[in-house]
């Protein structure tokens, strides 16, 4: 890889990290109603299972796509009605002091496993291994996954510790249940770009 791409990769990767999109919604949400300890498995998931994705995706996963467009069309409706299902999950979470049992956090592995549904995280896969790995070695694909690593965290952390401040501003079930209802609606707002060609 050529290493004057690196300022350009980390600012791409700190963009598209930062910005609203499924995973930063749901962090969000989380945050709020589970806090930011109980939500560090989810933030490390993300964080690690996006790497994964890049790897993966540098590798050759995206010549699949390419000899069977079909595997593609499969996996863009099985994302979305996952995201669908987990907007869902939102609106109707019960408050963390009424009823914490009815409800838990995204784990580790749930939290990896998401990012190969998430329509945002394949976007950001794909335009970060043909845009900054022109000679395509696994070095520099490694780079570009380590890159993403070590900006991911801190900016899907900023997500977890904005919900768990908004917390504080969710005394009662009416805002509880209006903020996990406006959660849902744009983490449902966020499949607009993939909905639509």
């Known amino acids: 890889m050529n ?3 690196i300022p350009a ?8 990290s930062i910005t609203p999109g499924p995973n930063n919604l749901m962090l969000m949400a989380s945050g709020a109603n589970f806090g930011f300890r109980r939500t560090l498995p989810h933030m490390l998931g993300i964080g690690v299972g996006f790497s994964v994705m890049v790897l993966m995706v540098g590798a050759g996963l ?3 796509f390419d000899a069977y467009p079909i595997s593609h069309r499969i996996l863009k409706a099985g994302s979305v009605l996952y995201l669908l299902y987990l907007a869902w ?4 979470a019960a408050p963390m002091k009424t009823g914490a049992e009815k409800g838990r956090p995204m784990t580790f592995l749930q939290a990896a496993a998401f990012q ?5 995280a394949w976007t950001m896969a794909l335009t970060a ?12 694909i490694a780079l570009v996954a380590l890159v993403f690593g070590a900006i991911n965290l801190p900016s899907v952390s900023t997500w977890t510790v904005l919900g768990q401040q908004m917390a504080r501003l ?20 966020s499949l607009y770009p993939v909905i639509l060609p």
């Open 3 to 5: 290493l004057d791409l």
């Open 9 to 16: 990769l980390a600012a791409f990767a700190f963009v598209s």
């Open 62 to 64: 995206v010549q699949i």
């Open 89 to 92: 999950k939102i609106a109707h």
């Open 116 to 120: 190969w549904v998430n329509p945002k």
């Open 129 to 140: 291994v043909t845009v900054y790995t022109p000679d395509t070695t696994l070095a520099a």
């Open 170 to 189: 969710l005394t009662n079930a009416a805002r509880f249940t209006a903020f996990n209802w406006t959660m849902a609606t744009l983490l449902v707002a």
